[in-house]
């Protein structure tokens, strides 16, 4: 049995289009790559002794792991709303490129997403992280202060940009 985890906090419903196909893209090869592992774990059972074979316990928490994703994906693809279009480019509000400027040192650019979507690039973050929330109806030449761990972090906001639709 595994250990008991609280429940998250409710993520954002959002993501882009490329995101929401990316997921159902791992969902398919989810399950494909399941159905090898059940073939593996079926060949390792067959083996005989079950509780000193690496082969079926390796693959058993390998089909695990398969699993939780899938359901995971199962439940989570329903609830997302695809977002498309993007009216206001003016103004930092989901799926914009925002161009950041901090007191010292080199811009960076970031683009805000849903939260299901950020591990796939480095220059992607939630938009339910604190910078994100800090950028949203921004407009151009602003300044965003946000405090992370008792040290305020100053940005002046230098582009936007919106990917073409």
């Not at 995101?19 to 399950?31: I, P, R, V």
């Not at 009216?87 to 799926?95: H, I, K, P, S, Y």
């Not at 939260?115 to 300044?143: H, N, V």
Request: net charge positive; charged share 30%.
């Amino acid at each position: 049995m595994g250990r008991w985890r609280p429940p998250l906090p409710a993520a954002s419903p959002y993501i882009t289009a490329e995101g929401f196909a990316a997921l159902q893209a791992e969902n398919k090869s989810l399950w494909q790559k399941r159905a090898i592992v059940v073939k593996a774990l079926a060949a390792a059972a067959a083996e005989g002794d079950r509780s000193e074979n690496a082969e079926y316990i390796y693959r058993k928490k390998e089909l695990a792991g398969i699993d939780r994703r899938i359901r995971y994906l199962q439940k989570r693809l329903p609830k997302l709303k695809v977002i498309r279009e993007f009216a206001q480019r003016d103004r930092v509000f989901f799926g914009a490129w925002v161009t950041l400027e901090p007191d010292h040192g080199d811009a960076v650019e970031y683009r805000i997403v849903g939260p299901d979507e950020t591990a796939t690039s480095p220059e992607y973050i939630s938009m339910d992280s604190p910078l994100a929330k800090a950028l949203l109806k921004r407009e151009l030449d602003d300044d965003v202060r946000i405090e992370i761990d008792g040290r305020a972090l100053n940005y002046s906001v230098a582009a936007i940009r919106y990917p073409d639709s």
